[in-house]
């Protein structure tokens, strides 16, 4: 997500670093995918408890580290392999380096395959659940769309045939069991009926058109669910820390994306502009926003945040270009 918003704000150099990095660390046709490492690299990221420590406003408890670096995330891949699809296109790079990017993109796939059917623990980071969620399984669709992608760039016609077919069956099945009949929309995942914002995202990786009538039934349905008091929760059924009690402020960003390409730009212009007003003074934002004080929480700054600000922020100057929208 960092790369694909450090290309489109025209910051090649820095994303072509942010790419090394990657390439780091997924060097060796055996590596397996964890879904972060530390920032030299390091695969053991074991997360502690600091007790002496208080944190903000006595939110403890303070931890160092992150439980999360073993999780089976299976949306992780997606989003990787779709930030490849636009370095081959912004990055041509050498014969070696495209070989080097082609083994990667083949072990990537070799995941897919094995992966994308099982339950994970998901974009949500649920410590002890694991279920089919719809966001992984659309994000593994993601995956090999974007690897049929590089493999027509690169003229290999049997990997872009095979690899088709495979996304074709996880869209098929994304369609058969992620949406709920009964409540006329794509929900949390197989089964449920819990709502959450991730699913705001499958239009925005190409998954659904915008003006798809399940999409939009979908937009609407989280909005009612999960829109209170001006801010979105990502979801309302319990976790492992009980119900959630504050808005994770990427969210906001997403539905007003998903309320804009559906139709609704007015209302998301005026969500976009009421969410300014609760960053700081410097016009940064934490991870969470309380929903009654409107005061930050949880991580600071928090890079998420401000990848969905900057894609919203091009979302509505991309717009006025054209002479489409105005602001009221």
């Known amino acids: ?6 290309i489109k704000m025209g910051h090649q150099s820095a994303a072509k670093r942010f790419m090394g990095f990657i390439k780091r660390i997924l060097k060796a046709k055996t590596d397996t995918f964890q879904i972060m490492y530390g920032i030299h690299g390091e695969k ?5 408890i600091l007790p002496n420590l208080s944190g903000f406003a006595n939110s403890r408890p303070v931890r160092v580290g992150n439980a999360a670096y073993f999780q089976k995330q299976n949306d992780s891949l997606g989003y990787l392999l779709d930030v490849m699809y636009r370095y081959y296109i912004h990055f041509p790079g050498t014969l070696d380096e495209l070989e080097e990017m082609w083994e990667m993109v083949k072990s990537m796939v070799r995941a897919v395959y094995l992966d994308w059917s099982a339950p994970d623990q998901s974009i949500l980071e649920f410590r002890n659940k694991v279920d089919h969620f719809v966001f992984s399984k659309v994000m593994s669709w993601v995956a090999l769309d974007r690897a049929v992608k590089i ?3 690169l003229h290999k016609p049997w990997q872009e045939k095979e690899w088709r077919k495979e996304a074709d069956q996880i869209r098929e099945d994304i369609l058969t069991h992620g949406w709920n009949e009964n409540m006329q929309s794509f929900t949390q995942a197989y089964g449920s009926e819990d709502m959450n914002s991730s699913l705001l995202l499958m239009e925005y990786y190409g998954f659904i058109a915008p003006k798809d009538e399940k999409f939009i039934k979908t937009v609407k349905k989280i909005k009612e669910e999960l829109y209170h008091n001006g801010l979105m929760f990502r979801y309302r059924n319990h976790d492992d820390f009980g119900l959630p009690s504050s808005s994770f402020t990427i969210c906001n960003f997403w539905m007003i994306r998903a309320m804009f390409v559906i139709g609704e730009e007015q209302e998301a212009l005026r969500m976009f502009h009421e969410v300014l007003t609760y960053s700081n003074h410097l016009g940064l934002f934490n991870e969470d926003l309380d929903f009654q004080t ?3 929480l ?3 700054p928090q890079a998420y945040s401000h ?3 900057i894609n919203t922020a091009i979302l ?10 105005i602001r009221p």
Request: hydrophobic share 35%; with cysteine; aromatic share 10%.
């Open 151 to 153: 493999a027509g760039c």
């Open 294 to 296: 409107k005061s930050q």
């Open 44 to 48: 053991q990221l074991e997360e502690k």
């Open 1 to 6: 997500m960092s790369i694909e918003t450090l």
């Open 307 to 309: 990848l969905a600000l």
């Open 316 to 325: 509505f100057s991309e717009e006025r270009k054209v002479s489409r929208f």
């Open 298 to 300: 949880g991580n600071f």
